[in-house]
């Protein structure tokens, strides 16, 4: 329950609203292992603790890296934080996507706006063992072209890798000349094969909701479709009781669960 | 017209319909094709025209006079494009814009009305495959609507 | 840790006046006792120094909304049944410091509490009650994590169960399987026998550590006589519990009817006070509280108890996930006698009817349960299309 101090090397901005934070352990051991989908609690001094996903590359741990949205007193203090300051760290916590188990299969991965940073570990795992996976396709929705995430990264995936990253905006102004549409709208006409897909999903609720129905439509079994659920974490050890969703606790038998497994409450109202 | 009536059926839009009705729909039916950056139709005009999109993207716009083209949905191939024809005054309610050549398949409306009204059963069929379409975007307007990736 | 191996030898007998010598030998053993007293109208639980500060000749009345202690008449130590408190406010303070950190120049470092465990023996533990510590322990030992601060307490807790020789109306803990006689958890448990002009404790050992406290102070082998006087206290209880759960498969009944109209009414009563989840001995929510002084140097965190029927509890950016005082309801009790099963494999709920007492409106736990099996939507058809 204590954390561990890591320095910040860098803040990057990645969007207007969004950066990514790195960090190397204080004590110049090396950056821990972790899995795809895992979240650690951060800590700001005198501010506050947060979970934010990890958005690192798993199968080269060089340094941690956590990309977030500035929406909280916390976050908004992260951000202001300067190279060589002092943050603590807890975990790894939580589940984590099942990237290895899944080889052999197509990936279909489905991220609506911050939604795409818990998946980018997943990503880099799937680029940095591409051979071993059929297609995968990334399809991505966010609000605006402004809000697209990851710019970069997401042209090297296509070019270098052989992914089909298919991109989409809610609303988009003058020289746009990609998708606009709710994100749900790419996957009728995805290129993958239901029957032999892996699909993970991260974004909000809502998105997630009918990303799932629309997944189910074309033919994925509901235990091959994986989303990232998001509640109230105080601990990350399933001791505060924030996070509970039934018999579950989001902290440690989550984030990443089966759709199979939330079916009867995934969308119950208030649960 | 056979090839017309073969392209209507291997369009998602014409899937599984009857030979007999694929062959009446092909009746008003045309190949069209518009280059990048042509307005297919445009707000308030009287295309009375429904588009089976075979290849390349639309994008569906509203014109704003300080923001320019408002993009509120892209459409691509496999997706049908226009629906005012359905609908008394049958104008277009928004601009239409091909973003990359596009090859379609068009079908006058005054003509799909006239079929509809002689042959209740082809009606019938044709209107419940828009109202398919109709209610599709009218799902995914809402999802758009509620701005799910902003700050609520 | 109190365990439930039995000692050989037959049940011991103590006399009222030596009741002061099982304290002394606690406190000899380096234990502080912790025992019921009356404090502001209530029987609470404090440290215990005399037998003198037992609650002599106290009783308490309960029924939903209400709690009332008055004076027995005769001179039982525990002729009361249960009050608001219970042993998780020893076992999970509602306040503890977790760590202190200092700032210097751009770094800072975290200094761990240091943890003080203090060696308690608790008295007077029904029988309910030792139950709630073995949820307690499902709870916070038997998981994929271990919380350290329970561990270091619960490592270092005698407890001296007392049997419940009568019952308050809203008991229920024969449902739960739970009471009224205690069967294991305890070092020792005793049944104070209070009749016929006699006043003495019949004294079962659970583990060689009560046998320890036993052979330190006087006492005899209880009798034939004494047995039957106990096992007369012990039917007098059993009789009094009269309030009933069904718990046939109580987790299905609920998880299938979390759309029942009976969640609305009831929480048109709710006031979300969090009363029910303060005074349950199992519910063991806490928040996080990151604190700094004045100058900004110092830095702690502190944990302290939570309540799922406060609005902030679910919230995430966005809003809160349980706005409606149903939905907090609904959550808390589908958690204490449904999910909790999946969770802890055991139930959340000990039956021992405090959040009943307690509850400002006399919301009922085991009436909701009732409302909702007589009227069971989860099996139902919807032929007609009326939800």
Redesign the interface.
């Given at each position: 329950?204590?954390?561990q101090?890591y320095?910040v090397r860098q803040i990057k901005q990645e969007t207007h609203d969004t950066f990514t934070l790195e960090l190397d352990p204080?004590d110049g051991t090396k950056t821990p292992s972790f899995e795809a989908g895992q979240f650690n609690m951060l800590?700001v001094?005198?501010?506050?603790?947060v979970p934010i996903s990890i958005s690192s590359d798993p199968t080269a741990p060089k340094y941690l890296m956590h990309t977030t949205r500035e929406?909280?007193i916390v976050t908004k203090a992260m951000r202001k934080l300067?190279r060589?300051?002092?943050i603590?760290v807890r975990g790894p916590y939580g589940t984590h996507w099942p990237i290895e188990e899944s080889a052999g299969s197509d990936i279909v991965i489905v991220a609506?706006?911050?939604g795409l940073a818990p998946l980018k570990p997943a990503l880099c795992h799937l680029v940095a063992r591409r051979e071993n996976y059929g297609r995968v396709v990334l399809l991505y929705g966010?609000?605006s072209p402004n809000?697209i995430l990851f710019q970069k990264e997401l042209k090297q995936w296509r070019a270098d890798f052989d992914l089909e990253v298919y991109v989409?905006v809610?609303?988009?102004?003058?020289s746009?000349?990609?998708?606009?549409?709710?994100v749900?709208?790419l996957i009728p006409?995805a290129p993958f094969d239901p029957l032999s897909s892996v699909a993970l999903i991260c974004?909000?609720e809502?998105?997630m909701r009918?990303t799932v129905q629309e997944l189910v439509r074309r033919g994925v079994n509901h235990g091959k479709i994986h989303i990232s659920m998001?509640?109230?974490m105080?601990?990350g050890?399933?001791?505060?009781?924030?996070c509970?969703m039934?018999?579950s606790?989001v902290c440690?038998d989550g984030p990443v669960f089966t759709y199979g497994a939330l079916e009867?409450?995934f969308g119950?109202?208030?649960? | 017209m056979e090839i017309l009536k073969l392209a209507i059926a291997e369009h998602p839009f014409g899937k599984n319909l009857e030979p007999r009705f694929l062959k009446m729909l092909a009746g008003g039916a045309a190949h069209v094709s518009f280059k990048q950056d042509q307005h297919i139709f445009r707000e308030g005009e009287e295309c009375d025209f429904t588009f089976l999109i075979n290849s390349g993207s639309v994008a569906v716009d509203i014109y704003s006079p300080t923001k320019g083209a408002i993009t509120i949905q892209t459409l691509s191939d496999g997706e049908v494009l226009g629906w005012s024809w359905l609908v008394p005054p049958f104008r277009k309610h928004f601009d239409a814009r091909a973003l990359e050549v596009v090859h379609a398949i068009s079908i006058k409306g005054q003509y799909l009305r006239d079929l509809c009204e002689q042959d209740h059963d082809f009606g019938y069929e044709l209107l419940k495959r828009f109202i398919g379409v109709v209610a599709n975007r009218l799902q995914k307007t809402r999802l758009q609507l509620i701005d799910i990736y902003g700050d609520n | 840790m109190a365990t439930s191996a039995k000692a050989a030898s037959g049940p011991a007998l103590i006399a009222r006046e030596n009741l002061q010598a099982v304290l002394d030998a606690l406190t000899a053993k380096g234990y502080q006792p912790i025992g019921p007293s009356v404090r502001d109208g209530a029987i609470v639980y404090d440290e215990i120094n005399s037998a003198d500060d037992l609650p002599a000749g106290w009783t308490d009345e309960m029924s939903g909304g209400t709690y009332r202690l008055k004076r027995s008449g005769g001179s039982a130590l525990f002729g009361y049944v249960i009050g608001p408190q219970s042993w998780k406010k020893y076992l999970h303070p509602p306040v503890i410091r977790l760590w202190k950190s200092h700032r210097t120049d751009c770094t800072f470092t975290i200094s761990k509490n240091a943890e003080e465990s203090p060696k308690l023996a608790f008295i007077g533990v029904r029988a309910c009650e030792l139950a709630a510590i073995s949820v307690l322990d499902h709870v916070f030992l038997h998981g994929k994590f271990v919380d350290p601060i329970y561990r270091a307490r619960r490592e270092n807790i005698l407890i001296i169960a007392v049997n419940c020789g009568q019952a308050a109306t809203t008991c229920f803990c024969k449902s739960m399987k739970t009471g009224p006689r205690c069967v294991k958890g305890y070092d020792l448990a005793l049944t104070e026998l209070a009749e016929d002009g006699r006043h003495d404790f019949l004294a079962e050992t659970g583990t060689p550590r009560g046998a320890d406290i036993l052979a330190a102070i006087p006492h005899k082998h209880a009798t034939e006589t004494d047995r039957e006087s106990a096992a007369r206290a012990w039917a007098n209880a059993d009789a009094q519990v009269t309030r009933t759960l069904d718990t046939t498969n109580i987790k299905e009944l609920l998880l299938g009817n979390l759309e029942h109209p009976r969640w609305d009414q009831t929480a048109g009563r709710c006031l979300t006070c969090a009363n029910c989840t303060m005074v349950c001995p199992t519910c063991f929510c806490t928040n996080i509280e990151d604190v700094t002084d004045l100058g900004g140097k110092n830095a702690e965190r502190w944990r302290k108890w939570d309540s799922c029927f406060t609005l902030d509890f679910s919230y995430i950016f966005g809003g809160h996930v349980r706005q409606s005082a149903m939905s907090r309801y609904r959550q808390w009790m589908t958690h204490k006698l449904a999910s909790w099963i999946d969770q802890f494999d055991c139930s959340g709920c000990v039956g021992c009817g405090r959040c009943i007492t307690w509850c400002p409106v006399g919301i009922d736990i085991t009436e909701e349960a009732r409302a909702i099996r007589e009227t069971d939507r989860s099996q139902k058809e919807n032929a007609d299309g009326n939800p």
């Open positions: 329950m204590i954390p101090l320095s204080k800590y001094f005198g501010v506050g603790e929406v909280g300067k060589g300051d002092m603590g609506g706006g911050i966010t609000r809000d989409t809610d609303r988009a102004i003058g746009w000349r990609g998708n606009v549409g709710v749900t709208t006409k974004g909000p809502v998105m009918y998001e509640r109230n105080k601990c050890i399933g001791f505060c009781g924030h509970q039934e018999a606790f440690k009867n409450i119950k109202r208030e649960v | - | -």
